[in-house]
């Protein structure tokens, strides 16, 4: 069966350990990674899923490999050099918007550039290309690999998807991310993010008074318009996500999404919880499951509302990467309300 690649750094996080485990562990270790994360639940769901990345030759990179083999993610196209692995700190529970600390500098991954992989090879056997707005936020040589691997994938007609993910924190290197991504999402086949990200990252209309509005229907009513002006900056572009994540001073939490695609949109039901295990990784939960639907060929209903259940099941999980099976998402989508 064809593959999905996912192309990105593979990182370590670091976060103070819950209180009760604190006195004998203050910290734990959780492998990371926006890419790595949207593999581990493909994986877990039955999609055949390999995994891009730069790793240097050490005994700790030979245990990674074990692991994301160990979850069913091939590792035939992950390269050795360089001399470390990034490396984020994040508090315990919170949003990676707010209290994180990046020391990815100088990392393997971050080294790369235009020439060093053969695309070729690593393409052979692929469908289905997923990166993400983290790997061009690195640096300009980082952000031109990007480029020719999606120029490669291009070429073979590869079905390309894009996270939006905007980390102010690592666009450090004198380019602004309307001067970068535009380039690259020129190459997309589904774009994934939000109303906020896109204005950000592609320089899409934002409403500044959409928080005073702030009801359902006016945000999804954004996201139409959001999506129609990518779609029309960007004719490649089939389908766009855009993602929902509301938190209040109480604890409580709203989730929904909604996927424009074949000129309707598609919205997820509403899904609320109290009190959040861990924010990381639920947007790459969300986007694998926009890719398992699709590889799949369910209908745009049945995609959104698995990655949006997928998504949402990720906040009660520890760690970054998703340990939900397939029976376990499709009961919280059956929760949804």
């Avoid at 079905?159 to 190459?187: C, F, Q």
């Avoid at 996201?223 to 029309?232: C, V």
């Avoid at 926009?290 to 760690?319: C, R």
Wanted: with cysteine.
């Amino acid at each position: 069966m064809s593959k999905v690649l996912c192309f990105g750094e593979l990182l370590l996080r670091i976060s103070p350990a819950a209180n009760e485990e604190a006195e004998k562990h203050p910290f734990q270790l959780y492998m990371g990674g926006a890419e790595a994360n949207t593999a581990t639940a493909l994986a877990a769901w039955n999609i055949p899923v390999k995994y891009c990345t730069v790793l240097p030759d050490n005994f700790m990179s030979k245990y990674v490999i074990n692991y994301l083999e160990y979850k069913g993610i091939y590792t035939s196209s992950i390269m050795f050099g360089g001399n470390r692995v990034g490396v984020y700190y994040l508090d315990r529970g919170a949003d990676l918007k707010s209290s994180v600390v990046y020391d990815r500098d100088h990392s393997a991954f971050s080294e790369l550039k235009r020439g060093m992989i053969d695309w070729d090879k690593v393409l052979r056997d692929v469908s289905w290309f997923n990166f993400t707005a983290i790997s061009p936020a690195l640096n300009e040589t980082v952000a031109d690999v990007c480029l020719e691997a999606l120029e490669a994938a291009s070429s073979k007609n590869i079905t390309i998807s894009v996270d939006l993910n905007y980390r102010a924190r690592l666009w450090k290197y004198g380019k602004k991310p309307v001067e970068v991504m535009p380039a690259l999402v020129e190459h997309c086949d589904v774009v994934m993010g939000n109303i906020w990200s896109a204005n950000a990252l592609l320089g899409t209309s934002i409403d500044p008074d959409i928080h005073l509005k702030g009801t359902r229907e006016d945000y999804l009513d954004h996201a139409r318009a959001t999506s129609l002006e990518i779609m029309d900056r960007f004719p490649k572009c089939k389908s766009v996500a855009n993602t929902f994540r509301f938190d209040s001073d109480k604890n409580n939490l709203l989730y929904y999404t909604s996927v424009y695609t074949g000129g309707e949109q598609f919205n997820s039901d509403e899904f609320r919880t109290t009190g959040v295990v861990d924010r990381s990784g639920s947007g790459d939960c969300f986007m694998a499951g926009l890719i398992y639907g699709s590889y799949l060929k369910h209908s745009p209903q049945d995609t959104v509302d698995y990655a949006t259940a997928a998504a949402f099941g990720k906040l009660q999980e520890q760690g970054d990467a998703t340990g939900q099976d397939i029976l376990t998402v499709s009961k919280i989508q059956g929760n949804g309300k």
